[in-house]
């Protein structure tokens, strides 16, 4: 982490699991901050103030001096009627009341695209059809008209002890689907955010997707094959699935727009991220 003053201001809504992993990754300026819901992290490495997204009255805990936004919060409220008026609401405030925080960059997720064969890139034309992936469209097209907005759709977030190998080991069960899973390490992610921020002219949106998708009980097989901490009895399930899997194994989540970006991945695939 660098804290030169030439670094841009970053300002962190949500330190959680992605979000303290920022903290570690971007170069920001000595008057960045982030800011904590229910419990204040320990390790402080800037700044943190209390917010919560869904009380009014904590909104004005936001520091006025300009930063770049990253919102790390998924949706508050499962009815969109509902969601959409509460971020109105905080869209009109942020404008009145914070003018100067107006560049966001929204953490969303490849959930917004249907479950359906096809390859899916930021620019193609579609509707979500389940309803984590309506709420969290409805929140990027909202926000865009509140911020100078830089969308973000992140694959499956794995690492610093989350993905299928902690699964294995803690006894969750696999999915037995033939749909391809898109994924993305934590530490990536953050360096994927770290660039708009830094380049906020590179794109308006983005899918934070590795280089190879698998579905997960692929995944879980070559883990048990390659690790010596993980067992066949982790998943005993036969090591042959035929084509009769339910799920879509031709849904693609485009990953062009990210390579042309030039940033390069510390983990390219499961493989070096899971080893």
């Given at each position: 982490m660098f804290t030169h003053t030439s670094a841009p201001s970053v300002g962190i809504l949500g330190l959680g699991f992605l979000g303290k992993i920022l903290t570690g990754e971007l170069n920001y300026s000595t008057d960045s901050w982030g800011t904590w819901h229910e419990i204040p992290p320990q390790e402080r490495e800037l700044p943190v103030f209390h917010f919560d997204w869904a009380d009014e009255n904590s909104w004005k805990e936001l520091p006025e001096t300009a930063a770049t936004l990253v919102l790390t919060i998924p949706p508050l409220l499962k009815n969109p009627e509902a969601e959409t008026e509460r971020l109105q609401l905080w869209g009109t405030w942020m404008r009145q009341n914070r003018p100067q925080l107006k560049s966001l960059i929204y953490v969303s997720t490849t959930g917004v695209y249907p479950k359906r064969n096809g390859i899916w890139t930021e620019n193609s034309k579609f509707e979500?059809?389940?309803?984590?992936?309506?709420?969290?469209?409805?929140?990027?097209?909202?926000?865009?008209?509140?911020?100078?907005?830089q969308v973000v759709r992140a694959g499956g977030i794995y690492g610093s002890g989350r993905g299928i190998d902690f699964r294995l080991k803690s006894g969750k069960p696999i999915p037995l689907s033939s749909t391809l899973v898109h994924r993305i390490h934590v530490q990536d992610l953050a360096r994927i955010i770290l660039h708009l921020v830094e380049h906020p002219e590179s794109a308006t949106c983005v899918n934070a997707v590795d280089l190879e998708a698998k579905p997960s009980w692929q995944v879980a097989r070559w883990l048990i094959e390659n690790r010596n901490d993980l067992t066949q009895e982790m998943f005993p399930e036969s090591a042959e699935f035929s084509s009769s899997l339910p799920g879509t194994p031709q849904r693609v989540i485009s990953n062009q727009r990210l390579r042309k970006l030039g940033i390069t991945l510390r983990y390219p695939t499961f493989r070096q991220g899971m080893e």
């Open positions: 979500a059809d389940t309803l984590s992936g309506k709420l969290r469209l409805l929140t990027e097209k909202i926000l865009s008209h509140y911020f100078s907005l």
